[in-house]
């Protein structure tokens, strides 16, 4: 009987990724492997400088690995293209950035709203109670 397993969310296979620095090249990911199963924690730990945000960004497609070979949810998404990679981030992937990446002119509200409306979805009891996990539930005008 064959095995029914679904595909790994994340799969990462011989990663390589560097960066030039005037004359200086430095390798940040150097044959990285990592599966990633539903419902399982990671967390990426490690030093300013050793790779977690451009893994995270290999991820997302905001960056592209100089080698290897990267599949989501079992695609092979090296060939993706921005309507692609738009699609599987707005459908699949939540991004927290270490800066603020609020949209100013909105409230908190619209703001969680936002990504919703990309979806076609509108203000729901989860929202209600992300807002009170936060403690910004004050906010929400």
């Known amino acids: 009987m ?5 595909a790994p969310l994340v799969q990462l296979s011989q990663i390589r990724k560097g960066f030039n620095d005037g004359d200086q090249y430095h390798l940040v990911l150097d044959s990285l492997e990592l599966l990633i199963h539903r419902a399982e924690t990671v967390a990426l730990t490690g030093p300013s400088g050793s790779g977690k945000s451009t893994l995270l960004n290999i991820i997302g497609g905001f960056e592209y690995p100089d080698s290897g070979q990267l599949l989501l949810q079992g695609a092979d998404c090296r060939q993706w293209h921005d309507p692609q990679w738009s699609s599987f981030r707005r459908q699949h992937l939540g991004v927290i950035f270490q800066q603020f990446n609020l949209l100013t002119p909105l409230n908190v509200r619209d703001n969680v709203l936002f990504p919703l409306s990309l979806l076609g979805q509108k203000w729901n ?3 209600d109670y992300l807002l009170q996990k936060l ?3 004050e906010l929400n005008s």
């Open 125 to 127: 009891d989860w929202c």
């Open 2 to 6: 064959p095995d029914s397993q679904p």
């Open 135 to 137: 403690a910004i539930s």
